[in-house]
Each structure stands twice: as structure tokens, then as C-alpha cells.
């Protein structure tokens, strides 16, 4: 929330009257300009920081600003869950009652859970993205890295 503030004309009010001659007024106009840089550095900061603050890392919010900021005239990235797999029933002896037997990652690990079939998928979501946008897919991934919560992977799946 940066106010704009006019240093030239503020330099030339605190100016006696006796002194507001066109030389005079041309050294401090000329003084004055490195504020006036660093107020307008100011001010790009403060609208840079306001727009990364208006975004969190709610899949709303996430589809919002990479639409934003890659697709803004068709919107065609969308987010997703990663889907999961349909596990594997076995029977086992020694318990006596089925059992959910699921692959993980490239089928060499087994996974044996007794309570149920939950939270086996490589991924926690997906970010689908038109093929015409993967010139972009640097600065996408930065873009979802810095936004998404911890412990999260995600896969771009170009569409």
C-alpha cells in the first residue's frame, strides 16, 4: 500500500519564493532524482509482493494464477488429483481375512496395508497443461514449486 508521492513538486514548495528561479529549480529537480528512482522501485516491490500475497497454495487459487500468468485468453490449465490405482485383494492365512496388496512406482515395491487402500499414488496432484504451453515449463515449475504446501509432489501432464 505505497502512496505516490510528487518529489519534484515537494522540492519546489519548500523552496523560499526568493530562491524558485528556473537554475534553481533545475538543481533540484535534478538532487531529487535518485528519490524519485527509489520511489519508483518502492512502488514496483510493493505491487510484486501484493500480487504473490494474493495467491496460496488452495487449488483454486494455484489453477487462478497459472492461468493468469500462461493461458489468460483460453484458461486450459487446470489442477487435478493424481489418480490412484485399484488395489489388489489377497487372502492371507495367517490373518485370516483379506488383505489390500497395491504396486507403487515401478511395480518392485509391495505395499501390504491392512486398513486400507489410501495415499499409494506417486503424486498428491497434477497440473494439466495444453502441449502448445511447454515452452513455458521452467518457469511453471518454479511457479507451482514456490506456491504449492510442503511435501507435495506434483507432475506437469501435458494434455
Known amino acids: 500500500m505505497a502512496t505516490k508521492v510528487d518529489f519534484r513538486k515537494l522540492a519546489l514548495l519548500l523552496l523560499p519564493t526568493a530562491l524558485r528561479k528556473k537554475g534553481i529549480i533545475a538543481l533540484t529537480s535534478s538532487l531529487i532524482q535518485g528519490v524519485r528512482v527509489l520511489q519508483s522501485d518502492y512502488q514496483v516491490f510493493c505491487e510484486q509482493t501484493e500480487s504473490t500475497l494474493k495467491y496460496n497454495g488452495q487449488v483454486c487459487y494455484l489453477r487462478g494464477l497459472l492461468n493468469d500468468t500462461f493461458d489468460s485468453d483460453d484458461r486450459r490449465i487446470s489442477v487435478s488429483d493424481a489418480a490412484e490405482h485399484d488395489p489388489l485383494l489377497i487372502y492371507t492365512r495367517k490373518f485370516g481375512k483379506q488383505c489390500i496388496l497395491a504396486h507403487q512406482g515401478n ?3 509391495v505395499i501390504l496395508n491392512l486398513r486400507g487402500y ?3 499414488s506417486e503424486y498428491s496432484f497434477l497440473v494439466n497443461v495444453p502441449w502448445d504451453l511447454m515452452i513455458y515449463a521452467d518457469r511453471l515449475t518454479a511457479m507451482v514449486n514456490s506456491y504449492k504446501l ?7 501432464n501435458y494434455q
Open 107 to 109: 511395480g518392485n515395491a
Open 150 to 156: 510442503a511435501g507435495m509432489k506434483w507432475k506437469i
Open 118 to 120: 489410501q495415499g499409494l
